[in-house]
């Protein structure tokens, strides 16, 4: 089967772009959330609205959720805030950020193909994932697909670069493109490729192996649409994606801030902890930030640590990766995390906050900070390839797609001609 099909998609008017497009959903706060879309009513956090965005007493009303989402999809359609693509499309879609890891010189620019890849199930072996999901939430996401009738956020993929297929993206970056905008310090460029091209794309990508590097909870929303579909060969049989060179994806870590539920000293966390490895004192966040595996930094009660990890318990490819050494050397023997996807003694920063945020939650309530060198995507690759997956928050990828850019209105895949004046 085809890994990659073109579709008639609609891509924000670059005149409405600034009012509609914002972060992914979870990079706000609910409070952050809230203020966003009381100030724009055109703000796509609209549409994306979850349980946690609605007043206590509405959060069981599930069918009135979605029916706001519905209202808020409609009144951009109405407003004309996008342009439709007839004919079908794939999209190339460019991102480009400040490296929010301080690392290199300049900018991080990476480009992927905008299209639908074929809803699969996790013996698949065609869409490879690493992270396992939470049926709760992979339940709410395939209602809102099926109730509101469209996508905007892609299953976000990576495949092992060609020289050939790369080359072929730069060269159609060359041709006009169809939006550029920036918003909150993401540079964004999109080009609309048909006929020929968008099959030569297709055939230069074959049936190569993509793997999830964001996204697994809208995959398997997609998976469970699917089944619940009386048309499981129709629209639903396809999700859509953006798929990212391997050479040109930017992993950054998630941190941990743990708390010692035994109430030990400073002086009692440190022997505990120079038990599993050998530990150095550092001068500050910088100096204990890892610069190769086998090492995390360690902030504890206003000073900084570097911690050596022990060796991994096992040889499979999960078992190598630093956050999973530092589950079974220290999280659980030392603070007893056993479960770090749902345990409330553990909780996760992204790189990009900075370390200062770590330092702020760890001193808010005595917690302990670890600082994690990235995993590689060569070895997200390798854990998917082993069909294992890894600890909850192994890896972080920056930039990541915006809202409300592209739109996949699933009537249009069936014939459907909009209302005049609905979409330009």
């Known amino acids: 089967m085809t890994l990659l099909r073109p579709f008639p998609g609609l891509v924000v008017d670059p005149d409405w772009a600034d009012r509609v497009t914002t972060g992914p959903y979870d990079a706000y706060s609910p409070i952050q959330r809230a203020a966003i879309a009381a100030a724009n009513i055109y703000s796509f956090l609209h549409v994306t609205r979850s349980q946690e965005d609605v007043a206590p007493e509405l959060r069981d009303d599930v069918e009135g959720l979605l029916a706001g989402n519905c209202a808020a999809m409609q009144r951009l359609y109405d407003a004309g805030a996008y342009v439709a693509h007839d004919e079908p499309t794939l999209f190339l879609y460019r991102l480009t950020v400040d490296r929010p890891d301080g690392g290199g010189t300049g900018r991080h620019r990476q480009t992927g193909i905008m299209g639908l890849v074929p809803v699969t199930e996790e013996d698949d072996r065609r869409i490879l994932r690493h992270e396992a999901v939470r049926p709760g939430r992979t339940d709410l996401l395939a209602r809102h697909l099926t109730t509101v009738g469209a996508s905007s956020s892609p299953v976000s993929l990576t495949y092992r670069a060609t020289g050939e297929l790369t080359a072929e993206v730069a060269r159609l970056c060359a041709a006009e493109p169809v939006l550029e905008s920036n918003s909150e310090g993401v540079d964004q460029t999109v080009w609309a490729v048909t006929g020929d091209d968008a099959r030569r794309l297709v055939e230069l990508l074959g049936d190569r192996a993509l793997y999830v590097t964001d996204g697994h909870h809208r995959l398997a929303a997609a998976a469970t649409a699917r089944r619940r579909s009386t048309d499981p060969d129709g629209p639903l049989g396809w999700v859509q994606a953006v798929l990212f060179l391997d050479t040109e994806m930017l992993v950054l870590p998630f941190h941990r801030c743990v708390r010692d539920r035994a109430g030990r000293s400073a002086t009692q966390l440190l022997e505990a902890l120079s038990a599993t490895g050998h530990l150095e004192d550092r001068s500050d966040a910088e100096d204990a930030r890892p610069d190769a595996p086998g090492r995390v930094g360690l902030y504890l009660d206003g000073s900084w640590y570097s911690l050596t990890l022990a060796g991994a318990t096992g040889d499979r490819a999960v078992d190598q ?104």
């Open 321 to 424: 990766l630093d956050v999973s050494r530092l589950q079974a050397s220290v999280l659980t023997p030392v603070f007893g995390i056993s479960d770090a996807g749902s345990d409330p003694g553990i909780g996760y920063i992204p790189d990009p906050l900075g370390l200062d945020v770590l330092v702020e939650r760890c001193d808010a309530d005595g917690r302990v900070g670890f600082v994690l060198h990235p995993t590689s995507v060569e070895e997200l690759m390798a854990v998917a390839d082993a069909d294992e997956r890894m600890p909850p928050k192994s890896s972080y990828f920056e930039p990541k797609p915006r809202s409300g850019v592209f739109v996949r209105r699933l009537d249009r895949e069936h014939g459907h001609t909009p209302d005049e004046g609905t979409l330009r």
